[in-house]
């Protein structure tokens, strides 16, 4: 049982279609990367991720959680020129604090931060024969996206017992006609 994130160019990419939160107010953007957690990684667009104010941090959930989690969308900053679309930006620790959403049900956003425990999808081509048969006619399937251990949204075919309960209620394209899931949020 390995977690594997579907494969995509580049880094994380998020579309915010229906979300509330930067309306209402329910944002964070006054914590800091974790130290530990992205010590080697990136923060990425999409990204589930847990929000520490005690401590100030931002970082990834654990299997558990008890934290309030927060969906990643901080705006994107191009340096360079040569690689200046959505797909080449990332959030690295110690540049700028992230900003993270707080869902509610019924919001809306497109995403490809996603990854799969490889025991439920073998491949990235039998996650897609699945996402294609969402909302079929004949034989639709149903996937669920929650928290994971590495930040990207965890997807399954059962509906996660911690963290907010996504549907996948489409699979699409990003801006870029890269591959995407349109998630709707269940609860949160």
Request: with cysteine; aromatic share 8%.
């Amino acid at each position: 049982m390995a977690f594997t994130r579907m494969t995509i160019d580049g880094f994380g990419q998020l579309e915010l279609n229906n979300v509330a939160f930067r309306r209402d107010g329910r944002v964070e953007a006054q914590c800091a990367l974790d130290e530990t957690d992205f010590a080697d990684d990136p923060a990425e667009n999409g990204m589930l991720l847990a929000v520490d104010r005690v401590a100030r941090k931002v970082r990834f959930c654990e299997a558990d959680e008890k934290l309030p989690i927060a969906l990643n969308y901080t705006a994107e900053h191009m340096y360079d020129e040569r690689a200046n679309a959505l797909k080449d930006f990332k959030l690295e620790r110690g540049t700028f604090l992230p900003r993270l959403g707080y869902l509610s049900v019924g919001e809306l956003f497109t995403t490809n931060c996603v990854g799969y425990d490889n025991t439920e999808f073998a491949d990235d081509d039998a996650l897609i024969a699945k996402l294609e048969k969402i909302g079929a006619a004949t034989s639709p399937v149903t996937i669920y996206g929650g928290i994971s251990q590495e930040g990207a949204i965890a997807l399954s075919e059962t509906a996660p017992t911690v963290g907010p309960v996504l549907l996948a209620v489409e699979y699409t394209t990003m801006p870029d006609g890269t591959d995407g899931i349109k998630f709707q949020v269940l609860s949160a």
